[in-house]
């Protein structure tokens, strides 16, 4: 089997994928699943997929290890990529990473006007830009831009409070809008950074610059 891919000074621009009604898919545009992943100096820029069904269709999925590996994103960009999807528990953002026991590194990154548009009302996946997924290694996300991305820009789940440690330092986070819901996960709406199932969360030396928590997101 592959132990590790890596995707250097690479463009991935204007590209499609679509499901239609009575269908599921769960790939990606781009798809480095089972392997530790290398993404270096790459643009992914005005991509979309669209989800008319309850699968998972990320621009970029990374991950799904089961043993120790590593997953890297450095110095690459995601702009005005747009993601839509019909049902709320459909998991859709921009660049998903299924860490497992991987450890992951998010670095020198710039994550601007990547949306996802849903037809029903839910803060279940904000995290438009990027999600980390059950990672019970740790996460470092650093010198990082993350801008004008709805709904929010980042969210790291891990179930059952298993998840390693979260540190987000020296990055910037401007203009992010993310959704207000009516549930009992309103406690945990945040306009940036939304962090589920940790028990040791570092975030320090950043810049939050008119990020916004609505009712409503255009």
């Not at 996300?141 to 980042?154: L, M, Q, T, V, Y």
């Not at 390693?164 to 306009?191: K, P």
Request: charged share 25%; aromatic share 8%.
């Amino acid at each position: 089997p592959i132990r590790r891919v890596t995707l250097k000074k690479t463009l991935v621009y204007g590209n499609r994928i679509y499901d239609g009604p009575d269908t599921t898919i769960y790939y990606a545009m781009v798809n480095l699943l089972q392997c530790g992943a290398a993404i270096n100096d790459t643009t992914f820029d005005s991509n979309e997929a669209s989800e008319a069904d309850c699968g998972t269709a990320p621009i970029l999925r990374l991950g799904g290890l089961e043993q120790s590996e590593r997953v890297v994103v450095y110095e690459s960009t995601f702009q005005n990529n747009h993601n839509r999807e019909a049902y709320y528990w459909a998991s859709h953002h921009i660049v998903e990473i299924r860490a497992y026991e991987a450890s992951v590194i998010v670095e020198k990154s710039i994550f601007t006007g990547n949306s996802r548009q849903s037809d029903t009302r839910s803060t279940s996946n904000d995290g438009a830009a990027l999600k980390v997924s059950y990672p019970s290694g740790d996460v470092v996300i650093s010198d990082c831009i993350f801008e004008d991305n709805k709904p929010g820009a980042i969210y790291i789940d891990s179930m059952y409070d298993q998840g390693g440690s979260v540190t987000v330092r020296r990055s910037t986070f401007r203009r992010n809008t993310a959704l207000s819901g009516d549930s009992v996960d309103e406690a945990n709406d945040r306009s940036a950074i939304r962090v589920k199932g940790y028990r040791h969360v570092e975030i320090v030396d950043n810049c939050f610059v008119d990020n916004e928590l609505t009712t409503m997101i255009h």
